[in-house]
């Protein structure tokens, strides 16, 4: 009777995952960036290996044209180098009306990711328990450039 219950229920199990179906529900996105009209992005920074900054910003570029299709975005360079073309030091609000007026650009999107050691906590008592954490924290500001409007 055993092998008889068991084969019910993996039938029983098969039937209720072949009649299941899907619905995806499309999510619009928190943020619509088409009111910032062309959007510069600054390469983003990372604490860790600096081939990171292409990779990160590429990506973010991808998921931003993702969930606001049409959106233009303009890559700007490195800090630095957007810095020194407008002679700026920091990013307060002469530099972004400057960066507004040369690049063309109504907002100014800028990047960080910062990355923590890893930390591992290892108990002699119980040796095959090994747990690790790493942490990883991306900030973004957006700014507003106020050279369209």
């Not at 002699?124 to 090994?130: G, H, P, S």
Request: glycine share 10%; proline share 5%.
């Amino acid at each position: 009777m055993r092998p008889y219950g068991k084969l019910m229920a993996l039938w029983l199990l098969t039937l209720l995952w072949g009649c299941s179906n899907t619905i995806l529900v499309p999510v619009p996105p928190r943020m619509d960036l088409k009111q910032y009209g062309t959007i510069g992005l600054i390469q983003f920074t990372t604490n860790s290996d600096s081939t990171m900054n292409a990779f990160a910003t590429q990506q973010f570029q991808e998921h931003v044209q993702g969930a606001n299709p049409g959106t233009p975005i303009l890559e700007l360079g490195s800090k630095d180098a957007v810095l020194a073309a407008v002679g700026g030091t920091t990013f307060d609000a002469e530099t972004m009306t400057k960066i507004g007026k040369k690049y063309g650009v109504s907002a100014v999107f800028i990047g960080e990711i910062v990355y923590s050691d890893p930390k591992t906590d290892i108990r002699i008592a119980d040796i095959t328990k090994l747990n690790g954490t790493m942490r990883t924290e991306i900030r973004g500001e957006l700014y507003r450039t106020w050279s369209s409007r």
